[in-house]
């Protein structure tokens, strides 16, 4: 998790929302991404995604058996899509996003959980850096909102 | 919705699963996409998100304001997430996918559709060349069982 959270420091440096992931086969890092929606002109190229296109390409496979997800943040409605399309292990991640709400409301939901397969998200404080992530991007918005003012 | 179609029978023509998706803009389609996973070793290359990207590149923005999309199928969870950030004005599909279910279990989901935002999901049966979109894939699975049997 401090390796997603090293790359969510890059989505910051880059005025992005910071947010930051990595992909881990084998106890390895195989793939890094950090938000990139703003740089790009891609509404997809939120970190999950950076790093799961860039796993796949190094695997030359569309599907990431065996791989797990650390994600600084609760991924959105299409990052969980994406990561359980590729059908990836485990999602860690490190702060619960109450906007985005994706692990409450939609992985519980009964008939969508077919849809997540494999996919469990787990977010455990203490462990995952949880503090760190969430005021990574507190700090961030924070910031947008005193230049505004 | 005859554009999104022919996107699909050019996937079908890679033998990728044949879906396809325009994003139209003014009346005007500004991106074409069909399903690429396969060739791209790419989770993330379904249709509606190749279109996306390529709009969002076309439009050098990653918010695609007052767009339409058009697929063959109702996306999947991904997909229709990545609709939704990309702030699409309404979501035009062809036939209903009774497997990913989005529609009826995620988007009508009280606080799903603040999400989802402004996205509307219509499928209209004879309007949107509903059976045609339906029988390409179900031709192409069926065309699989065929050869595996």
Redesign the interface.
């Known amino acids: 998790m401090f390796q997603a959270l090293k790359e969510a420091s890059k989505a910051r440096e880059s005025r992005e929302v910071p947010i930051g992931a990595v992909i881990v086969k084998d106890n390895k890092i195989i793939a890094r991404g950090f938000n990139k ?2 740089a ?7 970190a999950e ?1 950076v790093a ?2 860039k796993a ?2 190094k ?6 058996n065996d791989c797990y997800a650390y994600a600084t943040i609760e991924p ?7 990561l ?4 990836i292990k485990k999602i860690i991640f490190g702060a619960f996003d109450k906007k ?2 994706c692990y409450k ?2 992985l519980k ?1 009964g ?2 959980k077919k ?1 997540s397969r494999r996919l469990v998200i787990v977010g455990k404080k203490e462990k995952h850096l949880s503090a760190e992530c969430a005021n990574i991007i507190k700090d961030f918005f924070k910031k947008i909102r005193q230049q505004k003012a």
């Open positions: 929606c703003i790009l002109s891609d509404p997809t190229a939120h995604i799961l296109r796949a390409k695997l030359k496979n569309y599907r990431l959105c409605l299409m990052c969980a899509g994406a359980a399309k590729a059908r985005a709400d409301n939609i939901t008939d969508i849809l």
